[in-house]
């Protein structure tokens, strides 16, 4: 897929002939139009088996605390829901809730039959112990494949509920022909949400990967020998054109509000603006990996729900 051309002016001056200088700008990598395009899909299987087995595929989101990230989150997650007919189960909590509450809540959608995904809705409140609680969820219901036997399952190459947010962008690759096998990736950030099990998928998938982070020296050098970079770490703009192989795939994880003299928006990794003039494929933040995080909470939980109904 090539990418557009965008035409730079150079104003004229006495005695010199005006040209045109093209600039080639990346093509987009479009997780928006895409996320729409599996939601359509799971919509159909979903009216399918629900006329198949007499229920609806049930989802769980708790959320703990008032944290306005979060609750937009959650919010995004049962539209989505909603749309492609998946029965929501979410429940919220007050900041005081002790993990003994938590605990009980899991232990019993666990047992709860119409439940067949259960995400804990992260970060947690100080006072909470995070880890506990996803190890205490059914592994076979774990849609944010984060238990440890999920992650083992991902080591090994065995099927399983894996992280939704790597595999929104594995999913986003495989749209666009990216090839992956023989390919140097380079995975900015080391965090066990994406850049692990990202990691993780792209050996599978028969790339040579690099895992940087903020203790890698010379991050700059390491990242321009990337075929596909994906930066996952939380600090905006850290990529710029400068750290970008010409004619890259670069993938932008990342996403923060920031203040600026124009009012707030959301900015992700990536000197989006700079590093289009080099690379050849690019996300865009917002409409790039978030809405296929979603979507792939929403295929998680058809997964499970598919792998009950097998099992029974």
Known sequence: MPGTIKTEFIPRQEGVVLNRIPTPVASLLDGKALAHKIQAELATRIQTLQSQFGRAPGLAVLMVGDNPASAAYVRGKERACQKVGIASFGQRFPTNTSQSELSQVIAALNQDQQVDGILVQLPLPDHLDANALLYEIDPDKDVDGLHPLNLGRLLRGEPGLHSCTPAGVMRLLQ???????????????RSILVG???????????????????????????ARTADILIAATGRPGLVSAEMVKPKAVVVDV??????????SRLVGDVDFNAVQSVAQFVTPVPGGVGPMTVAMLLDNTLWSFSQRHKAS
């Open 196 to 222: 692990k099990p990202l990691a993780l998928m792209l050996l599978a998938a028969g790339s040579t990967v690099t895992i940087a982070h903020s203790q890698s020296h010379d991050l700059s050098a390491i």
């Open 254 to 263: 990342g996403i923060s509000r920031v203040e600026d003299s124009t009012g």
């Open 175 to 189: 749209e666009y022909q990216i090839p992956l096998v023989g390919k140097q990736a380079v995975v900015i950030g």
